[in-house]
């Protein structure tokens, strides 16, 4: 009998994140660092993100810097998480809680940029399942996060996922989309 042995490549990973700063900010990756942080065990959806807004020196030489909204341009929003213990003021978030696989999750991340904000509706309770997107203009939100970074990695499955992270707190909030991805033009999807 055949049998296939899965260990995790960590090598391959780091080569993965190194390829997608490098093609987001057309620069050659300049330095690796340790991030004193685990991945959630369980994230919950709380919405649909509409665009994302970040500051870059994408392009342009070191240290010139550009604030960028990229607006999500796919047929379906993505689908926005948080993590345990994410909380904006007076805001209770309902959605659907999911675990998140520690084995499908990379261990190298591609750290894009300054994470400035993030357009997105929120979930609200009601409808069948207990949440639902809110109709019309309602439930229109934007998320802003001092201090945080703007990052892409790949799930093993090969999906590309964006993070908005802080150093000594870790992931905060996700963005997954089925077009989502890093091309020479920055974020498109």
């Known amino acids: 009998m055949n049998r296939r042995i899965y260990i995790p ?3 391959f990973d780091e080569k993965e994140a ?3 700063r490098e093609t987001f900010t057309d620069k ?3 330095w690796r660092d340790e991030l004193p942080w685990d991945w959630p065990k369980r994230c919950r959806q709380i919405g649909v993100g509409m665009a994302v807004m970040y500051r870059s020196d994408k392009w342009k ?3 010139d810097f550009e ?3 990229h ?3 796919a047929k379906e929003p993505w689908a926005l998480y948080a ?3 994410f909380e904006i003021d007076g805001i209770e978030f309902c959605g659907p809680e999911e675990r998140v696989e520690a084995n499908r999750m990379p261990r190298s991340i591609a750290i894009l940029a300054h994470f400035l904000g993030i357009h997105c509706r929120l979930f609200e309770r009601g409808g069948r399942s207990g949440f639902e997107l809110p109709k019309g203009d309602q439930g229109l939100f934007e998320i802003n996060i001092r201090r945080a970074k703007l990052a892409a990695a790949k799930t093993s499955r090969g999906d590309l996922f964006l993070t908005v992270y802080k150093d000594d707190t870790g992931p905060l909030l996700f963005l997954f989309g089925k077009d989502l991805d890093v091309e020479r033009d920055g974020i498109v999807g």
Do not use: Q, V
Request: hydrophobic share 30%; glycine share 10%.
């Open 9 to 11: 490549n960590e090598r």
């Open 28 to 30: 050659p990756a300049m």
């Open 18 to 20: 190194a390829k997608l």
């Open 71 to 73: 607006l999500c341009e």
């Open 61 to 63: 030489k070191r240290g």
């Open 67 to 69: 604030d960028y909204k």
């Open 83 to 85: 993590a345990p213990g």
